[in-house]
């Protein structure tokens, strides 16, 4: 079973995120279940993330050039490890290729069968 908690601070993180970087524009928030996860995505029009940074988006401490607010540059590292321990994946994309702007962060988390709930 997966940690509502951290599973919430993830999305939280992602969601200040994109209100963070997008001045002016719209931020969607998605979740989809598929055959064997759960697929979320936060999409935004905001400013985007560099190309060349985008390899150290999930780095400790990381900050994008264009940040526009403070911060520790903890968040999305943070969030890779949650993700990551719950058997999952995250990624990002910049710019964001349904809003021809902006970022999209994505994650999916394996579902888990009601045999191994019991």
């Known amino acids: ?8 601070q993830v999305v939280t993180n992602l969601v200040n995120n994109a209100i963070n970087y997008t001045q002016n524009g719209t ?3 998605r979740a989809q279940e598929r055959d064997t ?3 979320v995505e936060v999409m935004d ?3 985007g993330i ?3 940074e985008m390899s150290r988006l999930f ?8 940040a526009l607010t403070k911060g520790t540059g903890l968040g ?10 719950h058997g999952g994946k995250i990624w990002a ?5 349904e809003t021809n702007g902006g970022s999209k962060f994505s994650f999916t988390l394996p579902k888990i069968s009601k045999a191994a709930r019991r």
């Open 93 to 97: 994309e910049s710019p964001c290729s």
């Open 76 to 85: 999305l590292s943070i969030s890779r490890r949650i993700i990551e321990a």
């Open 45 to 47: 029009t905001g400013i």
């Open 59 to 66: 780095e400790d401490f990381f900050r994008a050039s264009n």
């Open 50 to 52: 560099p190309p060349k």
């Open 37 to 39: 996860d759960v697929l």
């Open 27 to 29: 931020i969607t928030v």
């Open 1 to 8: 079973m997966g940690s509502a908690t951290h599973l919430q």
